[in-house]
């Protein structure tokens, strides 16, 4: 009787944690993705992004299938986010494109952190309906990232439109049907 108990407790325990530990490992991959990027490690530094991403997806379902969602879960989802989509991103093409552009590069790329940081607070502070307003920090880091394997074929100035382009979707209002 205590041992079925200590399982069953156990078992609540995990499912009540799974989603926040999930978003824990995005923003983790995030923090390597940045780590991986100050040392050069490039390659690692998308992996790690593409890794975030997909634990992003994910976290969300986890805390909804076990009727875990929480303003902690929520909050902590979009301290994961900052990082692993606005922060790990921006610094890999900063360092990969941008540094070459000198204070207008570290400018372009401060003003993209800002602004989704700025969605993810508006986000914060909605309710929560069918619709997401402005491009997701998610969908604009990942698209970012994948922009890292545009560097051969495309210009450095296309980065210039690239960064502001999504900075503005993402503080704009049009509204995504959440998929």
């Not at 530990?21 to 995005?26: Q, S, V, Y």
């Not at 991959?29 to 940045?34: E, P, T």
């Not at 993810?120 to 069918?130: G, M, Q």
């Not at 495309?154 to 049009?174: A, G, H, K, R």
């Amino acid at each position: 009787m205590f041992l079925l108990h200590m399982v069953d407790s156990t078992i609540k325990k995990i499912k009540s944690h799974a989603a926040n530990l999930i978003t824990l490992c995005n923003l983790s991959f995030g923090g390597a993705s940045i780590m991986a990027t100050l040392n050069e490690s490039y390659s690692y530094s998308v992996l790690f992004i593409f890794i975030a991403a997909f634990l992003d997806r994910y976290d969300g379902k986890v805390a909804r299938k076990f009727n875990q969602e929480s303003e902690l879960g929520k909050q902590l989802d979009s301290m994961g986010d900052i990082i692993s989509f606005g922060v790990a991103p921006a610094l890999l093409m900063y360092e990969c494109v941008l540094s070459d552009f000198g204070t207008l590069g570290m400018i372009i790329t401060i003003f993209y952190i800002a602004c989704g940081a700025f969605r993810l607070a508006r986000f914060n502070i909605t309710e929560s309906n069918c619709y997401f307003v402005g491009l997701p920090i998610t969908a604009a880091g990942t698209f970012l990232t994948f922009s890292y394997f545009l560097m051969p074929i495309v210009n450095p100035p296309f980065y210039l439109f690239v960064y502001p382009i999504l900075s503005i979707l993402m503080v704009s209002t049009f509204s995504l049907k959440k998929l």
